[in-house]
Every structure is written in structure tokens, then in C-alpha cells.
């Protein structure tokens, strides 16, 4: 079985900076895209930053400048760098991945980080 497990949510005051991690496990043969969603009281999710394996990377507009995502390939981990953050950054935040392990090619979800940004 292939897991994805998020940590490193929590509350912070406006301005302030959060690291997330997602580290995938299982019977992992490869892993391609990683992905940060979140997903806000009353609103759609929504795509925060997208990663290859090959190293690109792009950003949601609101938070260009702000967020960076990054991986660690040899440990099968993805990260959100949050800085500058503001109450509007509010959500759940999710890991996606699409890993091929023995059962082919999945696309695995996270099970969610809180961020709060609040004073």
C-alpha cells in the first residue's frame, strides 16, 4: 500500500512562515508529480504548487513569491515553504502525488494539515 503523510500545520501569526512536509511510503516503484492543494471553509480546492520529478515548478498566483516547493527524490518527500503568510492563506493543505508502485500507475492523496493564520 502507498501512503502519503503530511505534517508540520498548525497556527501562526500573519506575516509569520510554516514548513510542510509529505513524505510518501509503500511498495514505490517511481514518483512523478507532487502537488500541494488546499482547501479553504466554504470554498473549492485548489491547486497551491506543482512539481515534476524532473524539477519544474509553477504557483498559484496568490502565492508566487510567498510559497516555494520543493523535493527531497531519494526520500520520496515534498515540501511547502510558506512565508509572508496572511489570514487568507487559511486552509487545509493537501499532498497529491501520482506514484506507480506495483499496482501501476495511482494518484495518492494526503490525509490534510491544518494552517491557521491568525493573530
Known amino acids: 500500500q502507498v501512503q502519503l503523510v503530511e505534517s508540520g500545520g498548525g497556527l501562526v501569526q500573519p506575516g509569520g512562515s510554516l514548513r510542510l512536509s509529505c513524505a510518501a511510503s509503500?511498495?514505490?516503484?517511481?514518483?512523478?508529480?507532487m502537488d500541494w492543494y488546499r482547501q479553504a471553509p466554504g470554498k473549492q480546492r485548489e491547486l497551491v504548487a506543482h512539481s515534476t520529478s524532473g524539477g519544474s515548478t509553477n504557483y498559484a498566483d496568490s502565492v508566487k513569491g510567498r510559497f516555494t516547493i520543493s523535493r527531497d527524490n531519494a526520500k520520496n518527500t515534498v515540501y511547502l515553504q510558506m512565508n509572508s503568510l496572511k489570514p487568507e492563506d487559511t486552509a487545509v493543505y493537501s499532498c497529491?502525488?501520482?506514484?506507480?508502485?506495483?499496482?501501476?500507475?495511482?494518484?495518492?492523496w494526503g490525509q490534510g494539515t491544518q494552517v491557521t493564520v491568525s493573530s
Open positions: 509503500g511498495r514505490i516503484f517511481s514518483v512523478h508529480d
Open positions: 497529491n502525488a501520482v506514484i506507480r508502485s506495483r499496482s501501476g500507475y495511482g494518484k495518492y
